[in-house]
């Protein structure tokens, strides 16, 4: 298992640029979610996904958009990228079953806009 | 909104030796979730241990082990026979377990201890 994937790990934007962060996740989580971390900081919820078809927003959404139209599949789209969303980008999931406690993360992806 | 604190930025332990890196956490909810999570330089979320609020017992984790005050909101984390391999940043973590939409089922984060191992 690859468990949550993240791409890409490294990306430099111009201000007023705009991107997709890919996420991916191989365990067949109904749950997925989008975090930032910004410098000293802890993690930010921005989106949440309990299944395909269905995301709400968490503490700090504005900015970002996201879709969920596969179970394996949450991509988080910046438009107009602004240098206050130079951040880390974490992407997790987790399994629906109420015994399941645990988040699992992907490795970040390093945002930097200028 | 649920707040967690960790008013420790940064602590230092000799190897071998024991450290405690305490968290508070604010919350009108009975029922919820508590995590540490350890992240080391590779920024890798490891999740080192959890704890179930309507549990008394503490969690233990081989050295990893909890002193959970429910009263007074305390989630402390203990590490025994600190090894250079737990030299990281360290997050306290909160979670409802009441699934009521508005991000209740995300995390909740401190701003982290960074952990120094002395050898």
């Known amino acids: 298992n690859a468990g949550v994937t993240q791409t890409p790990k490294f990306r430099i934007l111009k201000i007023g640029q705009s991107m997709t962060l890919q996420c991916t996740q191989d365990m067949n989580h109904n749950y997925m979610y989008w975090y930032r971390q910004d410098p000293g900081m802890g993690l930010k919820l921005i989106y949440y996904?309990?299944?395909?078809?269905?995301?709400d927003k968490g503490e700090v959404p504005n900015g970002y958009n996201v879709s969920r139209s596969t179970t394996e599949d949450f991509p988080l789209r910046l438009e107009l990228a602004a240098p206050s969303q130079t951040s880390v980008y974490f992407c997790?999931?987790?399994?629906?079953?109420?015994?399941?406690?645990?988040?699992?993360f992907g490795p970040g992806t390093r945002l930097t806009v200028t | 909104a649920q707040t967690v604190t960790q008013s420790q930025p940064e602590m230092s332990v000799q190897e071998a030796e024991t450290v405690t890196l305490s968290c508070t956490y604010d919350t009108s909810e009975s029922d919820y979730y508590l995590f540490w999570y350890k992240q080391p330089p590779s920024r890798q979320m490891i999740l080192v241990i959890r704890?179930?609020?309507?549990?008394?017992q503490n969690a233990t984790e081989n050295r990893f082990s909890v002193n959970f005050q429910k009263a007074a909101k305390s989630f402390s984390l203990k590490i025994s026979d600190s090894q250079l391999g737990d030299a990281a940043m360290y997050f306290c973590a909160y979670r409802s377990a009441e699934h009521s939409g508005g991000g209740a089922d995300g995390l909740t984060f401190g701003k982290g201890t960074h952990l120094i191992i002395q050898p």
């Open positions: 704890q179930e609020a309507y549990k008394q």
């Open positions: 997790a999931s987790k399994s629906r079953t109420s015994s399941s406690y645990e988040q699992y």
């Open positions: 996904s309990v299944g395909a078809g269905i995301t």
